[in-house]
């Protein structure tokens, strides 16, 4: 079993910063890759931004030059550091990686609970 735990949501006024956490524990033996997601309300879960084990990173156009996303393999833990915070940021942000178990069994992709994170104006 696999789990994904966000951390570091919160209220902010827009223009602050946010550094949002995702740690992965279990039954984990590889990480290809780790991503971020949000869905605000009414709309569809869309794509964030993107590390993989080799370090290949892609962003959401919404997102460039204002979101950086890193991650600590050791600790099987991705960040998510946002500055310059507009209202339209406001969602639920949700951690996603895919997983290989210990033995090196199937790969699985995982989605943590989310957290959220509100901009006001």
């Known amino acids: 079993q696999v789990h994904l735990v966000e951390s570091g949501g919160g209220l902010v006024q827009a223009g602050e910063s946010l550094k949002l956490s995702c740690v992965a524990s279990?039954?984990?033996?590889?990480?290809?890759?780790m991503n971020w997601f949000r869905q605000a309300p009414g709309k569809q879960r869309e794509f964030v931004a993107r590390?993989?084990?080799?370090?290949?990173?892609k962003y959401a156009d919404s997102v460039k030059g204002r979101f950086t996303i890193s991650r600590d393999a050791a600790k099987n833990t991705m960040y998510l550091q946002m500055i310059g915070l507009k209202p339209e940021d406001t969602a639920v942000y949700y951690c996603?990686?895919?997983?290989?178990?210990?033995?090196?069994?199937?790969?699985?992709?995982?989605w943590g609970q989310g957290t959220q994170v509100t901009v006001s104006s």
């Open positions: 590390i993989t084990d080799e370090g290949s990173i």
């Open positions: 279990g039954n984990i033996g590889s990480i290809a890759d």
């Open positions: 996603n990686s895919l997983i290989q178990g210990i033995g090196g069994r199937a790969w699985d992709r995982y």
